[in-house]
């Protein structure tokens, strides 16, 4: 059972300007700008992360101190207070699974305890924007979703902590990358006529990434007697469905139709936004189930001790422009999908030395080539979203339709960027688990397997050869059969893609010297190497 906030007297800390900050979840989406932005402003960051290595590709990661440990470990948590001005809590669940709501309870309990011992002036928190009456007290006459209740319950704990807190509430954020951008982007874009379900009337005040960010920096100086809820929004209160036909016209796209029915339950509605969008079901829910509100600010406090700027905070349309034109330009800094939600990221790699035993499956291959490492390594890369996998596409996006059936992400979680990637980061349904440039590129699968996966590339040198490694360690008598069941095809997908990255490796040597290509290897999935 978790503990429940203690109602403890708060501790007035004298006015002061916080340098060190601790930030959790900096490998989440809010997490990952919040620490560029606290830099730049002057602050010396620490960040707890469960998975260090997951940070080491941000262009930040030679800036900051990082301790290692879980959010649910105490003497992890206290370690990495020790000395720090302010604390940022970027914790929070997008799944709602058994149980989740005493876990982060508890979380935020460790967190909260932690500060006090360690004499930290400030506590910030991003929680979410609740309905009027949704206090404690209310909460049987507005009864909130899973997630909205659960990130009111961890302000509570907080904010009883006795270290004075800033619990920043905001609704729907827009920006590059976020999920609810994601969700509202792709359902508008795909879906020129569309039946909804009655919350699309409902009235929402969204927020811009950058004015989330600004608010959150400005708080860790808030002075030392503020300990309280502050509503931010945007300057726009908008129904779902304005969002939908104002991102239309700024996108340049046709007004939609959108008809409204009563009848599509959260369930559905979740099993519908993932059907069409790249956000799974098991986010989609969370998101859903919140979108029954009316959120909107009741005030404005913030205002008097963080002013708006002089050109005012920034409008739903500019807020989509901004998000658009990073898209385009390919310059996201984080998306939603960079926090861990299907994979098992404690699980050791079957043949790492710790690992367990048991039964593995690996299907390797190899090509030697004339290809240069380096026009090897871009391909390699580069592979995934738009370009595809350069193997038999059908496979792929029938495995992908697969997995979205049953809940799983699917390959629409596309790419951040369309070059580069991180340790960490989403790579349709594969996470980057290990990248070492020109030599290996190492995937953990992430659809829903009766088992574990990884898929693993690597570039050897003089002669350059393309090594292909799959491993699958099965679960249960299901495990071993889905691996019998798939074996015969991986002649033809595992075949077919060494020989296609070799190809197109190939090809970028040519393009480079001015020499004609060999031909598109991916002329089959419209995927090309730029």
């Keep these: 059972m978790c503990r429940r906030p203690n109602r403890s007297t708060l501790v007035v800390v004298p006015p002061t300007t916080a340098r060190r900050v601790l930030v959790t979840g ?97 506590i910030v928190y991003l929680g979410g924007l609740t309905p009027p009456g949704a206090e404690s007290g209310d909460r049987q006459a507005v009864p909130l979703s899973p ?28 920006g590059s990358g976020s999920a609810s951008f994601e969700m509202l982007r792709y359902l508008t874009e795909r879906l020129p006529a569309m039946v ?37 929004g945007g300057p726009d209160v908008l129904t779902y469905a304005d969002m939908m036909q104002r991102y239309a016209a700024v996108a340049d796209l046709r007004r939609r139709i959108i008809v409204r029915v009563p009848v599509l339950s959260p369930t559905l509605s979740s099993h519908w936004v993932g059907l069409v969008t790249p956000v799974p079901r098991a986010i989609a829910r969370p998101l859903v189930t919140s979108l029954k509100h009316e959120v909107f600010c009741h005030e404005h406090d913030i205002a008097s001790y963080i002013p708006d700027p002089a050109d005012g905070l920034v409008g739903f349309d500019r807020a989509v422009e901004l998000a658009l034109r990073r898209i385009k330009e390919a310059d996201v800094a984080t998306r939603w999908s960079n926090a861990s939600i299907f994979g098992a990221p404690s699980d050791p790699l079957p043949t790492d030395p710790d690992w367990a035993g048991g039964s593995l499956y690996t299907d390797e291959r190899e ?13 390699i890369e580069g592979i995934g979203g738009e370009r595809g996998w350069y193997s038999f596409p059908l496979a792929w996006g029938v495995r992908g339709l697969m997995d979205r059936a049953v809940g799983g992400g699917g390959v629409r979680r596309g790419r951040r960027d369309p ?36 898929l693993e590339m690597t570039v050897d040198k003089e002669p350059t050869t393309y090594r292909q490694r ?10 071993h059969a889905y691996w019998w069941m798939v074996a015969p095809f991986h002649g033809i997908v595992f075949g077919s893609m060494v020989r296609n990255i070799v190809r197109a490796a190939e090809d970028v040597d040519a393009a480079a010297a001015g020499l004609p290509s060999a031909g598109d290897p991916q002329s089959s999935s419209s995927a090309q190497v730029r």
């Design 196 to 232: 909804t379900p009655k919350w699309v009337r409902n009235r929402i005040q969204p927020i811009a990434i950058r004015d989330v960010l600004r608010y959150l920096v400005a708080s860790a100086d808030l002075p030392s007697d503020v300990n309280r809820a502050f509503d931010i």
């Design 147 to 174: 997630h909205l209740a659960s990130r009111l319950h961890v302000g509570e704990i907080l904010r009883a902590s006795g270290v004075p807190t800033a619990e920043l509430r905001a609704a729907v954020i827009i």
């Design 419 to 454: 070059d580069r990637l991180m340790v960490g980061e989403a790579l349709d349904f594969w996470r980057v688990e290990e990248r070492v440039p020109e030599e290996l590129l190492r995937l953990r699968a992430e659809m829903r397997l009766p088992g574990l996966a990884w």
């Design 367 to 379: 090509r030697e080539t004339s290809a240069s490492p380096a026009a090897l390594w871009k391909v």
């Design 470 to 479: 799959a491993i699958y360690h099965p679960r249960g008598l299901w495990g």
């Design 26 to 122: 900096a490998t989440g989406y809010i997490g990952g700008r919040l620490v560029p932005e606290l830099l730049a402003a002057g602050f010396t960051v620490r960040v707890l992360a469960r998975s260090p290595d997951r940070l080491r590709d941000r262009p930040w990661a030679g800036d900051i101190e990082v301790v290692a440990g879980d959010a649910t470990d105490p003497p992890a948590v206290a370690t990495a207070m020790a000395d720090v001005d302010v604390a940022y809590y970027l914790l929070h669940s997008l799944v709602e699974g058994e149980g989740f709501d005493d876990l982060e309870a508890s979380m935020a309990q460790t967190f909260a305890d932690a500060a006090r011992d360690a004499g930290v002036a400030r």
